[in-house]
């Protein structure tokens, strides 16, 4: 029996990588004054990146699919009865979590939906996982076992230039330890479970250097499986840093670099960057 999969827009899964596993994607929504643009659809990583270095005020929201949406889906792909796998960008950062919950609970078909509590290609990483175990024959139940292990074994670092964006999104309530004092300041937040939690702040680029150094250093000796740097503009001096850095502390792991989607670099705003990294 076949397990069909889901995941949202953000998982920044590749053409080939969804081609291969035939893997469903929701896209998420950005509105800018009055008119709506699909992630990964109508508007590309790309197009927002400029629109967010050239722009003088960034006016754009974010909103998760529509309910409506994700039961069609489940009733499409459950139609024969055959079971489907939902997972989805964490609960901080967006609700379409919740509407594909929503959603499983209107429909007759055999829906199970995780909250991946990650984000990028973080879930990307998930996702794959999963469509790996479904090919192997692997059940629900054992799938939904493997994934919450490899997830207790992945972080994500994020490394901000300023917090505005997430005050913007409304999302500064979620960061543990931040009030608006901090929004001026450059800022290193670990993605947990159930917050972003700021592990330290500074300014200027010596606090980020000081930070990657501390980073790496802690690092050092663990057997990475994989390493990504998700970034929202960076400058092409620092990513070529960062690559040979990792390339030379960590050989063996499978190391890229992504430009991120429209929806979090909404969240996160101009130069923002993270570490998306499996541990061994």
Known sequence: MTIHLVTDSTSQLTTEEINKYDIHIIPLIINDQGKSFKDGIDITSESFLNDLQTKSEITTTTSQPAVG??????????????????????????????????????????????????????????????????????????????????????????????????QRGGRISKLSGAVSKLLKIKAFIRLFDDELKLMSKGYGRKFINKTLEKT???????????????????????????????????????????????????HVGLGTFAFVYSKH
């Open 69 to 166: 949406d994700f039961v069609d889906l489940y009733d499409e792909l459950g139609k024969d009865n055959e079971p489907i796998l939902s997972i989805h960008l964490t609960n901080l950062l967006s609700g379409t979590v919740e509407g594909a919950f929503s959603a499983a609970s209107q429909t007759e078909s055999n829906v199970t939906v995780i909250d991946s509590k990650l984000m990028d290609r973080g879930l990307g990483e998930q996702v794959l996982l999963a469509a790996q175990l479904i090919k192997e024959g692997k059940t629900v139940d054992e799938i939904v076992a493997a994934l919450q292990e490899a997830h207790d074994k992945k972080t994500t670092d994020i490394f901000f230039e300023s917090l505005d964006a997430l």
């Open 216 to 266: 790496f250093s802690d690092l050092n000796g663990v057997k990475l499986d994989t390493f990504t740097l998700v970034h929202v503009g960076m400058n092409e001096d620092r990513l070529i840093e960062i690559k040979e850095l990792v390339k030379t502390t960590h050989p063996e792991a499978d190391f890229r670099v992504v430009l991120t989607s429209p929806i979090i670099m909404n």
